[in-house]
C-alpha cells in the first residue's frame, strides 16, 4: 500500500512569513511529485512539480525533495491571505501513471 | 475543450437510484482519472483511463462503480444502486502522458453526490 502522509494542521502563519509544509511518501520507488492547491469548495489545481532531489523554485514556491529520507516539502515565502487554502501532496511511482494523493494540510495566512 | 467539464455539478438522488456523472477531458489529453473526495477527505483514486487501453479499475470501492470512456475522450461514470455513503464530490482529471508536465492533472470542478 503506497502512502502519502501529510499533517492535516490548521497550520497558521502571520501575514509575510514563510510557510513550510512537509509530505513523506512509503514507496521508494517513487520518482515524480506535486504539490496542488485547493481551495475551499473548489477542485485541486497545480503549483508545482519536481523530480529531482534539491530544490526547485518557482516564485514565491519552493519545492524541496529528499528521495533518501522519502519526504518532499512546499515552502511559501511572503505569506498572503490569499494563499490560505489546503495543499495536497501528491506522488507517482516509475511504474504508475496514477498519482497517490495526501489528505492535505490546511494553511491559514492571517493578516 | 479549454479544460476539463463535469456535469452535472450537483446531484442529490435517493438511496438505491443509478446515477451517471460525465467528464469532457481537455482536447489532446489521453490520460483521464476519476477520484473521489469525502468531506474533509484526501482524493481516493477510482479508476484510470489511458488512450485504448483497458482501464485500471483498482481504485472502484465495489461492483456498483463502474465507468468507460467512448472515443478515448468522454467518460461516465456509473454508480448503481446508491447508497449513502456514496455521497462525495466525484473529480475527474486529464493529463497528457508525454513530455513537459506529463502526468500532471487538470481537474474538472466536480460532481456534488448527495445520496438521501
Known amino acids: 500500500q503506497k502512502e502519502v502522509e501529510q499533517n492535516s494542521g490548521p497550520l497558521s502563519v502571520p501575514e509575510g512569513a514563510i510557510a513550510s509544509l512537509n509530505c513523506t511518501y512509503s514507496?521508494?520507488?517513487?520518482?515524480?511529485f506535486f504539490w496542488y492547491r485547493q481551495y475551499s469548495g473548489k477542485s485541486p489545481e497545480l503549483i508545482m512539480f519536481i523530480y529531482s532531489n534539491g530544490d526547485k523554485e518557482d516564485g514565491r514556491f519552493t519545492a524541496q525533495l529528499n528521495k533518501a529520507s522519502q519526504y518532499v516539502s512546499l515552502l511559501i515565502r511572503d505569506s498572503q491571505p490569499s494563499d490560505s487554502a489546503t495543499y495536497l501532496c501528491?506522488?507517482?511511482?516509475?511504474?504508475?501513471?496514477?498519482?497517490?494523493f495526501g489528505r492535505g494540510t490546511s494553511l491559514i495566512v492571517h493578516p | 475543450g479549454a479544460g476539463v467539464s463535469q456535469s452535472p455539478s450537483n446531484k442529490v438522488t435517493e438511496k438505491g437510484k443509478d446515477v451517471e456523472l460525465r467528464c469532457d477531458p481537455i482536447?489532446?489529453?489521453?490520460?483521464l482519472y476519476w477520484y473521489r473526495q469525502s468531506l474533509g477527505q484526501g482524493l481516493e483514486f477510482l479508476i484510470y483511463?489511458?488512450?485504448?487501453?483497458?482501464?485500471?479499475k483498482s481504485g472502484l470501492p465495489s461492483d456498483r462503480f463502474s465507468a468507460e470512456r467512448t472515443g478515448g475522450s468522454v467518460s461516465t461514470l456509473t454508480i448503481q444502486r446508491t447508497q449513502q455513503e456514496d455521497s462525495a464530490v466525484y473529480l475527474c482529471?486529464?493529463?497528457?502522458?508525454?513530455?513537459?508536465?506529463?502526468?500532471?492533472?487538470?481537474f474538472g470542478a466536480g460532481s456534488r453526490l448527495t445520496v438521501l
Open positions: 482529471a486529464s493529463s497528457r502522458t508525454g513530455g513537459s508536465g506529463a502526468n500532471v492533472l487538470t
Open positions: 483511463f489511458q488512450g485504448n487501453s483497458a482501464p485500471d
Open positions: 514507496d521508494r520507488g517513487s520518482q515524480s
Open positions: 501528491a506522488v507517482k511511482s516509475g511504474g504508475s501513471y496514477i498519482p497517490t
Open positions: 482536447s489532446g489529453h489521453t490520460a
